[in-house]
C-alpha cells in the first residue's frame, strides 16, 4: 500500500515510461480499435488517477474498468476540449514544473476508444491504487494540525475559512517542503500564510467556530517569498533548490481554506507535514506584487482589462508567477520586453478558472537583464455568457477580499546575483507596493469609510510610503473607530513617532502596552520613544523588556547598542550590536552601527569590513559614509 502511493505521486510528475507495459495487441485487433487494458487505463493512471482517486477531491475514481466505462463519452469530450486534466496556461509559455496535459496521440486515443465502443481489452492487472497512508516525502519533521475541526455546513455557495495553526517550535526551522492532506473535507484549494502578529489569533473563533471567515488576513504574510498553496492532485510543495523558508518560533501558521459545501455537514481539519532544512539557504527570493490600482467592472462587460507594468531595476532571475482573479477573470497575459528589445511570453491564460488556480514555477528559471519591462494584461467577463459569474443577472463588480468581489495580482517571485542588487529592488519594490496598496485601501475607504482593517491597512501603507500626516489621521480614525487593537495604536504610536509628536507617540505606544503586554515590538517602539523624549531610565526598561520577550528582536538589539555606545559603554554597546548584525546580516543600519562602535574601540579592520558592508548595502547611508571617511583620513 504504501509502495503504492509513492509509485503513484512519481507517475504524477510526468514519469510516463514508468506506466503499465502495453499489452501485445494480437493479429485480429485492428489498430484503430483502443482497449482499456492497453490504451486507456496507462493515461487514466498518469494523468487522471492523481486526482480521480479516494480522498483526492474529484466527484468519482478513474480506477477501474468499471468507473472508466461509463464515462467514456464524457471523457473523450472533456479530455478534446482541455478541460480535463486541469491545466491553464498555453502550451506555447515557457514550460512549468508539473504540467497536466495530454499529447494530441493521447487525446485520439481516448476519443477512438469512447467511439468505438469503450473495449475493456486483455485483462491485466491494474496497480491497486488507494488513497496513499503515506507522505510522498518520507517521515515528515513535524506534522500540524488545526486544534478542531471546523464545521462545513451544507450548502451551495463557497465557503473561504481560515484555520490558525500554533507551533509548540522553541527554535527557528527553515522549511524545504510543505505536504498538505485534506483529509474528507471537500477543500478545493488551501494557501499557507504566516503571521508573526496577534491578529489572527485575536480572530480566531469570535464568530463561535473555529478560525475566521474569508479570503486572507490582514497581517499576515508569505513565507519568505515563497507562495505555499496547494490543490488535489498537486502533491508536495517543495521549496525551490537551497531555498527553504523561515519558520519562526511564536509564528502561527493561516490556513486560507476554499471549501465547496456539499448535501451533508463535513469536518475540515487538514493535517500539514513540514520538512526541515539543515539551516537557512541563499538569500531568499523576493515576492513582488503587480495589480490595476483600480479595478471597476460595468454589469455586462465582456472584455474589461486592467493592466500593469513594472521595470527592473537591477538583473534578476525570474522562479515563478502567481497569478490571481476571482470568477470573472478570462485572459491573462505577461510579457517581458527585454532592454534590446526584443519581447518574450512569461504566461498566457486563454481562459482562466478561479477553480484551478495555483503558482507555476519554471521548470528553467527565466533570467531577466535590469531594464527589461515585465507587463500583465488581464481581462474580465462580468456578462451572463460567463458560466462562473457569481451575479445573475450581473452586476457592477469592483475589487474587493470577498469571492464575489474582483482581483487582478500577479505575484512574482525573483532571485538576484548578489544581496546588493537584493537590497535595490526590494526597496523598489517596497515603495512602488506601498502606493499600489494605498490606491487600494483609499478605494475601498471610499466605499466603507468605517472599515477598521482597512484604515489601519491604509494608515501603514501612508508610512511605508512616507506620508506621515496621512498616516496619523487614518491611524486615528480606526483607533477611534475601535480602541482596543494594540496593533492599531502600536502604529499609530510610530506613525506619530515619525511625525515628531513624541509625547503623543508614547501615550498610544502605553495604551497598545496595556492591550498586549507580551509584544516585542510595541515595548521596542516604547523604548525608542522614550529614549527620543530623554526618559532614557524608562526606555533602557522598555527595551531590554522587548529583548526578553523576542531575543531575536534585531532592532531591539541595535537599539540598546546605540544607546550603551553613547554612554561609552562599549563592550556592551558592541555585544548587543554584534547581535543586530548576525540577527540581520542585509540591514545596512545594524553594519554602520556596529562599525561605527568597533572604531571608537581601537578595532580598526573590524570596523572597516562593516562600514564597507554597509556602505554595499545602502551605498546612501551617511552615517557608514562618515566613518569610512573618517577611519581613512586617519590612515594618512
Ligand atoms: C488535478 C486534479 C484532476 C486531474 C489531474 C483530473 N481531474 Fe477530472 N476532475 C477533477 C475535479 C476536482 C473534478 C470536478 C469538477 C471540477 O471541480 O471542475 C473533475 C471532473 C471530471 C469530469 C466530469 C466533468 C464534468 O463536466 O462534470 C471528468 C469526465 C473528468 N474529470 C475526467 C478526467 C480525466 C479523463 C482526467 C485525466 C485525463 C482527469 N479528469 C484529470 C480533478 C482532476
Keep these: 500500500m504504501l509502495a503504492v502511493g509513492a509509485m503513484l505521486t512519481a507517475l504524477s510528475v510526468g514519469a510516463c515510461t514508468r506506466v503499465p507495459a502495453p499489452a501485445a495487441r494480437t493479429e485480429n485487433t485492428p489498430l484503430t480499435t483502443p482497449t482499456f487494458s492497453a490504451d486507456v487505463a496507462p493515461i487514466l493512471t498518469g494523468h487522471c488517477a492523481t486526482c480521480h482517486r479516494p480522498g483526492q477531491g474529484a466527484p468519482f475514481n478513474l480506477l477501474t474498468y468499471a468507473d472508466a466505462q461509463p464515462r467514456a463519452a464524457q471523457i473523450a469530450k472533456v479530455t478534446s476540449n482541455h478541460v480535463m486534466p486541469p491545466w491553464l496556461p498555453e502550451p506555447n509559455n515557457p514550460s512549468f514544473v508539473g504540467e497536466r496535459r495530454l499529447s494530441p496521440d493521447q487525446i485520439a486515443t481516448l476519443r477512438r476508444w469512447a467511439e468505438t465502443g469503450a473495449a475493456a481489452g486483455a485483462d491485466l492487472p491494474l496497480p491497486a491504487i488507494a488513497a496513499s497512508e503515506a507522505w510522498a516525502l518520507g517521515k515528515p519533521d513535524l506534522v500540524l494540525r488545526p486544534p478542531t475541526s471546523f464545521g462545513l455546513p451544507p450548502g451551495e455557495g463557497d465557503v473561504f475559512r481560515n484555520l490558525v495553526i500554533r507551533t509548540a517550535l522553541v527554535q527557528d526551522r527553515f522549511i524545504r517542503a510543505v505536504e498538505f492532506r485534506p483529509g474528507d473535507a471537500p477543500i478545493h484549494h488551501a494557501v499557507l500564510h504566516l503571521d508573526r502578529t496577534a491578529a489572527s489569533r485575536g ?8 478560525g475566521f471567515e474569508g479570503m486572507g488576513g490582514i497581517g499576515t504574510q508569505e513565507p519568505d517569498g515563497h507562495f505555499v498553496g496547494w490543490a488535489p492532485g498537486r502533491g508536495p510543495i517543495v521549496s525551490a533548490e537551497g531555498r527553504p523558508w523561515r519558520l519562526a518560533k511564536g509564528t502561527d501558521l493561516v490556513l486560507e481554506l476554499h471549501l465547496i459545501p456539499g448535501a451533508t455537514q463535513a469536518p475540515v481539519q487538514p493535517t500539514i507535514a ?16 503587480m495589480a490595476a490600482e483600480r479595478i471597476d467592472i460595468p454589469a455586462g462587460a465582456t472584455d474589461y482589462a486592467i493592466s500593469d507594468r513594472y521595470t527592473l531595476p537591477v538583473d534578476v532571475t525570474l522562479l515563478s508567477l502567481y497569478p490571481h482573479a476571482h470568477f470573472l477573470g478570462k485572459n491573462m497575459q505577461v510579457h517581458a520586453t527585454l532592454p534590446d528589445g526584443t519581447s518574450r511570453t512569461l504566461l498566457h491564460i486563454p481562459q482562466w478558472s478561479f477553480h484551478w488556480q495555483q503558482d507555476y514555477r519554471y521548470s528553467t528559471p527565466v533570467a531577466l537583464p535590469r531594464g527589461t519591462t515585465i507587463a500583465m494584461r488581464f481581462t474580465y467577463d462580468n456578462s451572463d455568457a460567463n458560466f462562473d459569474n457569481p451575479h445573475r443577472p450581473p452586476v457592477r463588480v469592483v475589487a474587493g477580499q470577498r469571492s464575489t468581489d474582483e482581483m487582478g495580482n500577479l505575484l512574482l517571485q525573483f532571485v538576484t546575483a548578489s544581496s546588493v542588487d537584493r537590497s535595490r529592488l526590494l526597496e523598489d519594490v517596497t515603495a512602488r507596493e506601498a502606493v499600489a496598496n494605498i490606491a487600494r485601501a483609499e478605494q475601498i475607504a471610499m466605499t466603507s469609510p468605517d472599515d477598521v482593517e482597512n484604515l489601519t491597512f491604509l494608515g501603514v501603507s501612508y508610512v511605508e510610503a512616507g506620508r506621515i500626516p496621512e498616516a496619523v489621521a487614518a491611524l486615528t480614525r480606526s483607533v477611534e473607530l475601535d480602541g482596543r487593537s494594540w496593533k492599531t495604536r502600536n502604529e499609530l504610536g510610530g506613525a506619530l513617532f515619525k511625525a515628531g509628536r513624541v509625547p503623543e507617540a508614547i501615550l498610544q505606544l502605553q495604551q497598545a502596552a ?11 517602539n516604547l523604548g525608542k520613544a522614550l529614549m527620543t523624549a530623554g526618559r532614557a531610565d524608562e526606555g533602557a526598561v522598555a527595551l531590554t523588556r522587548a529583548l526578553a520577550l523576542n531575543p531575536d528582536f534585531a532592532e531591539a538589539h541595535d537599539e540598546p547598542g546605540v544607546a550603551l555606545f553613547a554612554r561609552g559603554r562599549m563592550p556592551e554597546a558592541i555585544a548587543h550590536l554584534r547581535r543586530a548584525v548576525a540577527l540581520a546580516p542585509d540591514s545596512a543600519v545594524a553594519h554602520s552601527d556596529l562599525g561605527g562602535a568597533l572604531a571608537q574601540a581601537g578595532q580598526r579592520e573590524e570596523a572597516l569590513m562593516h562600514i564597507r558592508k554597509a556602505l554595499a548595502l545602502d551605498p546612501r547611508n551617511t552615517a557608514a559614509r562618515e566613518n569610512l571617511a573618517r577611519l581613512q583620513g586617519g590612515r594618512r
Design 203 to 210: 480572530r480566531d473563533g469570535k464568530d463561535g467556530r473555529p
Design 274 to 289: 513540514l520538512y526541515f532544512a539543515d539551516g537557512p539557504g541563499a538569500d531568499a527570493p523576493l515576492m513582488f506584487k
Design 514 to 524: 496595556r492591550l498586549n503586554p507580551r509584544e516585542a515590538s510595541v515595548q521596542f
